[in-house]
């Protein structure tokens, strides 16, 4: 028996079939919500940390939360991770939760005056291990490997860099310093070393003791500041293997890079190798090197991410001026443009969503300048242009020929099958014109591709990559039983359409998908199988279906 176009045509167009059992899915209200490539990142914090607020950024177009660990206690980090677990509940959609390490704090001691001292340009200025209060000549510096490390040369930068310092002696246990420009330095001022290598951990005993936390409450994402080298990213992977608990998933691993060290040699690759993703962390990144570099940094790290199949985020000062401001200004909104013009996977907003007057307007105008961006013709030629290199591999052989296929067809979509995540990545590498829809068995894995440039992942309706026939809500057909699906493939294929729909990347039942998965399933990384199908079924084609 066989059901014709017309009949499909008037179930997703809102009508119904004549003599049909049922309703249908359909389309949702928030079909644009799936359509963007570049992901967002909001940090919540006291303006938002509201189930309320947070549901608003999620709509505004939100993909994962940060959940900050320099502020705030450990308990109340639990409370905003169940807010998110409830909201992705509500719109039955894989929400990331990524837990932000503090890493050290490099600050110089206490002066005698509370108000702190002027230093004028020029002068000398010696920093020690002595406890005494500090006057307009010395301080103290109780970071013994800070004096260690430096030599006669390296620059000091105090305060974000406000007050600049010459290393011109060393002694034991001191360095005395040239001021190269005047200035106000006071308590507890930060301190960045950006000619040093410090021989630290990068994990402070209050950072194990938030990891241990984030193990075990289950955050999606950590993310490890003050990275210096390839063996920071070994640290903190070895003590995840300790500490994790039984039966937890493993959190994937963000390397902030934001010091000057990392772009030593093949650092910087060997850093993305080790991790799972990477955050161009532009505030300390912006004070350790001259301002005219940062531009060009931000595009080497996301050349390097993008070769390497791994996502990277965009971050630090992207809408500033909608702290207190309800619009951002157009060199922001230029900024937050280049970001997606470099092919940035993410990009992130800190205070403008954590403590501003506009959370989910920043959060709405990020949105709004993706839109704008991916539309340009422009940012596929940009995109296009510097195609990454992919392993001669059956699996990237079908992801490449499933991008092609996807173009050539004018598919409304690509359906990646994965267990781990591996294969929706490796699609996200190669920046398809469409959306990459991720079907995974594991919740884990489904949140933590939430944050790949152009994949959305959902997880399929039962335990398995099918879903039992009876469960099948996808489209209704003029009197007739429902398909039974003949073997697993079919299944898969059916679960294919039906997520397809539920995210609303299919409209009519003519609308192509392209699917790649894996046989035999369950094996990871594997894709050796593409198909194209249409929205109503993988029984359908060319306006006929087949029903048993």
């Given at each position: 028996m066989v059901a014709t176009q017309p009949d499909l045509n008037a179930v997703t167009s809102g009508g119904k079939p004549k003599n049909a059992s049922k309703a249908v899915a359909s389309v949702p209200k928030l079909a644009q919500r799936w359509r963007k490539s570049t992901k967002q990142l909001a940090t919540l914090g006291p303006v938002s940390s509201t189930p309320e607020m947070i549901e608003k950024l999620f709509l505004a177009g939100a993909d994962v939360f940060r959940l900050n660990f320099s502020h705030g206690d450990q308990e109340q980090k639990l409370e905003l991770l169940n807010y998110i677990r409830g909201i992705e509940a509500k719109y039955s959609h894989p929400i990331a939760a990524l837990g932000d390490l503090q890493g050290p704090k490099l600050?110089?001691?206490?002066?005698?005056e509370k108000s702190g001292v002027y230093l004028e340009k020029d002068q000398k200025f010696r920093f020690d291990?002595?406890?005494?209060?500090?006057?307009?000549?010395?301080?103290?510096?109780?970071?013994?490997?800070?004096?260690?490390a430096s030599k006669v040369g390296d620059n000091l930068l105090l305060d974000d860099g406000k007050v600049k310092m010459t290393v011109i002696e060393k002694g034991d246990g001191y360095l005395i310093c040239n001021v190269d420009n005047e200035g106000k330095i006071s308590d507890?001022?930060?301190v960045n070393t950006p000619d040093s290598v410090l021989e630290i951990s990068p994990l402070t005993p209050k950072d194990r003791s938030d990891l241990e936390y984030m193990l075990k409450i289950g955050v999606d994402w950590v993310a490890l500041s003050f990275v210096q080298r390839p063996e920071d990213i070994v640290e903190i992977k070895a003590l995840i293997k300790e500490k994790l608990p039984p039966g937890m998933p493993t959190p994937a691993i963000m390397a902030k890079i934001e010091k000057p060290s990392c772009f030593i040699g093949d650092s910087l690759e060997k850093i993305v190798d080790l991790c799972d993703g990477i955050m161009v962390a532009r505030g300390d990144l912006g004070v350790e090197c001259p301002p005219e570099d940062v531009p060009l940094l931000q595009k080497q790290i996301i050349e390097v991410c993008r070769n390497k199949g791994k996502p990277v985020v965009v971050a630090t000062q992207m809408l500033e001026s909608m702290i207190e401001?309800?619009?951002?200004?157009?060199?922001?909104?230029?900024d937050v443009a280049t970001a997606i013009y470099d092919g940035a996977d993410a990009i992130m907003l800190s205070a403008e969503s954590a403590a501003g007057k506009y959370p989910e307007e920043s959060v709405a105008m990020q949105q709004r300048i993706i839109n704008r961006v991916e539309s340009d013709h422009h940012y596929r030629e940009f995109i296009d242009s510097s195609p990454p290199k992919f392993e001669k591999t059956a699996t990237d052989a079908v992801i490449s020929s499933a991008r092609q296929i996807a173009n050539t067809i004018d598919a409304k979509a690509i359906v990646s099958f994965t267990l781990r995540g591996s294969?929706?990545?490796?699609?996200?590498?190669?920046?398809?014109?469409v959306p990459i829809l991720a079907i995974?068995?594991?919740?884990?894995?489904?949140?933590?591709?939430?944050?790949?440039?152009?994949?959305?992942?959902?997880?399929?309706q039962v335990g398995h990559y099918g879903f039992v026939a009876e469960e099948d809500n996808l489209f209704d057909y003029d009197n007739t039983v429902q398909e039974k699906a003949p073997d697993d493939f079919d299944l898969v294929l059916r679960d294919a359409c039906r997520a397809a729909l539920s995210k609303g990347l299919v409209t009519t039942p003519t609308d192509l998908l392209v699917v790649t998965a894996g046989v035999p399933f369950g094996t990871p990384g594997a894709a050796?199988?593409?198909?194209?199908?249409?929205?109503?079924?993988?029984?359908c084609w060319d306006g006929v279906c087949r029903v048993d």
């Open positions: 600050r110089v001691g206490q002066f005698s291990l002595d406890t005494a209060g500090g006057d307009n000549t010395r301080v103290q510096l109780p970071h013994p490997e800070i004096i260690a507890r001022k930060g401001s309800p619009t951002p200004t157009r060199a922001e909104a230029s294969t929706a990545l490796r699609c996200s590498k190669g920046r398809p014109g995974t068995p594991y919740k884990e894995t489904a949140r933590q591709l939430s944050l790949s440039w152009g994949v959305y992942p959902e997880l399929p050796n199988v593409i198909r194209i199908v249409p929205a109503a079924g993988p029984s």
